[in-house]
């Protein structure tokens, strides 16, 4: 299950961010958006996507786990309609 850490910016302080694990921030912090590699092509091959730059005074809610990544970590264990994956529960009938 996802757990959420504060981070406090001081003034004039920067701060990078996977947009997936954002929860909120507070109005007084500005920031911007951008790719998380230099590059289109390195930005798809790393997995990496968007990511938000902070500039303090502010704070950040950031969970450690975002919920596509927990999803995926989870699917595994449910079952699908082609009845792949998921638990086998024997009760001897």
């Not at 003034?11 to 961010?17: K, L």
């Not at 730059?53 to 950031?62: M, V």
């Amino acid at each position: 299950m996802a757990q959420f850490n504060r981070k406090r910016l001081q003034p004039g302080e920067r701060y990078v961010v996977d947009t997936g694990h954002l929860a909120a921030w507070k109005e007084t912090t500005q920031y911007t958006l951008r790719k998380a590699a230099a590059g289109f092509f390195r930005s798809v091959v790393s997995g990496e996507g968007i990511v938000a730059e902070f500039t303090g005074p502010g704070e950040l809610l950031i969970q450690t786990r975002n919920l596509a990544a927990l999803a995926g970590l989870l699917k595994p264990f449910f079952p699908t309609q082609s009845g792949g994956g998921g638990f086998n529960i024997n009760l001897g009938g």
